[in-house]
């Protein structure tokens, strides 16, 4: 291949192998469906999907690929969410406006074919799935900057909903405009957060002084400054692109680490994969004897079972100061070693999902 040209004709030619075996792919995923449907089997498997994306990387270096894991997953996700589609076709709820980082998380795993819907508050997507009005429900559980989000627990806690996979998403922030240049922007929209999470680069591009009009979502932001050619917006990437307001500057946050953690919900249970992370509820029988905590951690400690978070919030029983326990180990539910903490502890333990252990970003 010695020109441009050339490199076109064998693009051209390649592009259209992708395309004939693509077809092929979706002629098989259309029969699994059939035969999913036929048996009511679970059409969103993570640890099916995980195992692909690692054999194909391992595939990649062995043939000393130029595609990475971060390339191959974020080919095959959308692929994956084609194919979803075709098996059959499910609505996504998640915690809105359309263009919040959360439907970002969501359309990351469900691709952009899905049929999305977009709830005000984290308590109206449970409400949602618990209804059988969408299969799937995407929501903030913590952010690596503000910890925990309390709603989400206090929810699982008393909900037939369960977590069947979660992921972490870096939060980085865009500033985008139909200006041409700074100088001519008279006015930036954002979330009220969104200012404080920015301030540096406010600075550093003088803008401190320009008005700054706080609303009431980074959506929103992006909605408004689309219709102004001298106003901008603080958003996140899929706002900008979603409303069709060009990006100036792209990761513009001061915090360049800050990662959010969500959970995707339904109403099924995973199978077990080598690669499992399990939550569970824990109220304690007598939570306000001493030592009863540590008793048991103790059992888990025993096992060999690896805790990765725990996190206390009030039980809201009348009269006291009553906590119960939110805790993230690694396993499976299923795993023989859980089974024996479990069996120590009827009546205790509320399972609130087992998944696929996501991979947690480094940015």
Not at 194 to 223: D, M, W, Y
Request: hydrophobic share 40%.
């Amino acid at each position: 291949m010695k020109t441009l040209d050339d490199c076109r004709v064998v693009i051209d030619a390649l592009d259209d192998e992708i395309l004939e075996l693509l077809n092929r792919r979706m002629e098989i995923v259309k029969r699994v469906g059939e035969i999913k449907k036929e048996s009511d089997g679970i059409i969103y498997r993570p640890e099916r999907e995980k195992a692909i994306v690692q054999r194909l990387t391992q595939k990649s270096i062995e043939q000393k690929g130029l595609l990475n894991m971060a390339a191959i997953e974020a080919i095959f996700l959308e692929i994956f969410a084609v194919s979803r589609n075709l098996e059959l076709p499910e609505r996504i709820a998640y915690l809105g406006p359309e263009g919040s980082f959360t439907h970002q998380a969501a359309e990351s795993r469900f691709g952009a074919m899905s049929d999305y819907l977009s709830l005000g508050s984290i308590h109206s997507v449970f409400k949602t799935l618990e209804a059988k009005r969408a299969k799937f429900g995407v929501v903030p559980i913590e952010n690596s900057r503000d910890g925990i989000v309390g709603e989400t627990l206090d929810l699982l806690a008393k909900s037939s909903v369960k977590i069947v996979a979660e992921l972490y998403m870096p939060i980085h922030m865009s500033f985008a405009t139909k200006a041409k240049k700074l100088s001519e922007i008279t006015k930036v929209y954002s979330k009220d957060k969104g200012f404080g999470q920015c301030r540096e680069f406010l600075q550093e591009h003088n803008l401190v002084n320009v008005e700054q009009i706080p609303v009431e979502s980074t959506a929103k932001a992006a909605i408004l400054a689309a219709a102004n050619p001298n106003a901008a917006a603080i958003c996140s990437h899929i706002a900008a692109k979603l409303y069709s307001v060009p990006t100036m500057f792209d990761h513009i946050e001061d915090d360049i680490g800050s990662q959010t953690r969500f959970v995707i919900l339904s109403d099924f249970k995973n199978a077990k994969s080598n690669d499992d992370k399990t939550s569970i509820l824990v109220r304690l029988k007598d939570s306000v004897k001493a030592g009863s905590l540590v008793h048991f951690l103790q059992d888990f400690d025993e096992q060999n079972i690896n805790l990765s978070k725990i996190e206390s919030r009030p039980s809201k029983n009348k009269g006291g100061f009553d906590y119960w326990f939110f805790i993230d180990f690694y396993g499976h539910i299923d795993d023989e070693k859980f089974q024996k903490v479990l069996q120590k502890h009827k009546g205790e333990v509320t399972w609130l999902g087992s998944y696929v252990k996501g991979q947690n970003i480094e940015v």
